[in-house]
């Protein structure tokens, strides 16, 4: 539930936005952005949003911000992407806030103690892990994560050609065990 509030005060306008959220109350499983050298992938969820806006958006941050190939699952009534180009955490913040991709996955790491992004990567509750349905190429040149594509081609089979580009030596992956709270089939937390 969304609330907000407007008053005027001696010639000025005071506005205040209120977000409630369900309580988590399941476990799920998945996988942070974070790397080892204190870098982040880039992560980004969409729900109930179209597969065609989703490509759209996916599309003009590649062009803009110069990004490698995306990797774009389906996840209950929504979609989640990754890229593995390696960026500090301003810059994710900077590409994700050129998209439509829910405001709540952008902040969310504010709340979260390992300060790092997670994607879902398991079934939780009556919805399906995530499925991979396609890439979105790019040129980019950054250092990528090669533990993220690792995971994905091993999880996922997505086929990450880790013989092109720069990538980084590290294997090391942190899965995050973590509440949420929508479970119910085509609603989506993540």
Partial sequence: ?????????????????????????????????????????????????????????ISCIIKEFELSDCYIFRSGNGFHM????????????????HTCCDYAFRVALQTFNERSWVLRVVKKGDNNAPKFIGVIRGSGKREKSLAHATFLNKYYGVG???????????????????MTSKCKKGEHNG
């Fill in 1 to 57: 539930m969304k609330l907000s509030w407007r008053a005027d005060i001696l010639g000025k306008v005071l506005f205040a936005k209120f977000q409630v959220l369900d309580k988590p109350h399941t476990y799920t499983v998945g996988i942070t952005s974070r790397c080892v050298d204190g870098k982040h992938v880039l992560f980004a969820d969409w729900d109930g949003v179209s597969e065609k806006i989703v490509r759209w958006d």
């Fill in 82 to 97: 990754v890229c593995l180009d390696k960026m500090p955490f301003a810059d994710v913040v900077k590409v994700q806030g």
């Fill in 160 to 178: 990450v050609d880790t013989n092109a580009g720069v990538w980084d030596t590290e294997n090391d992956i942190c899965f995050i065990k973590y």
